[in-house]
Nanobody, 120 residues
Framework: QVQLVESGGGLAQPGGSLRLSCAASGFTFNNYVMAWFRQAPGKEREFVARIFWDGGGIYYADNVKGRFTISRDNAKNTLYLQMNSLKSEDTALYYC?????????????WGQGTQVTVSS
């Protein structure tokens, strides 16, 4: 069965960095678009970044562009999110998601999330 397991969250100071990882299993990782989403307390889940199966097609939400970098290692079945210049508004539960085969704009599997807290 499909499993997505995020790690790497934690507490960071404003201006600091964190690197999130998402270990994928149960499907052919290099065939699928993958993405990161986040949800802050009291807010709806929002898109963060997306990457195509071959590492191309990278797209970011405007509020993270220039600070976050999405990448993947298909040999390791792992998705990454490098987060730099963190701000308090980046505090959220971060999820990785697998896109559906028929429509890469739709996501059919989600991880359990990893908490990122940005605070001094």
């Amino acid at each position: 069965q499909v499993q997505l397991v995020e790690s790497g969250g934690g507490l960071a100071q404003p201006g600091g960095s964190l690197r999130l990882s998402c270990a994928a299993s149960g499907f052919t990782f290099n065939n699928y678009v993958m993405a990161w989403f986040r949800q802050a307390p009291g807010k709806e889940r929002e898109f963060v970044a997306r990457i195509f199966w071959d590492g191309g097609g990278i797209y970011y939400a405007d509020n993270v562009k220039g600070r976050f970098t999405i990448s993947r290692d298909n040999a390791k079945n792992t998705l990454y999110l490098q987060m730099n210049s963190l701000k308090s508004e980046d505090t959220a539960l971060y999820y990785c998601a697998k896109a559906s085969q028929s429509d890469y704009a739709k996501y059919d599997y989600w991880g359990q999330g990893t908490q990122v807290t940005v605070s001094s």
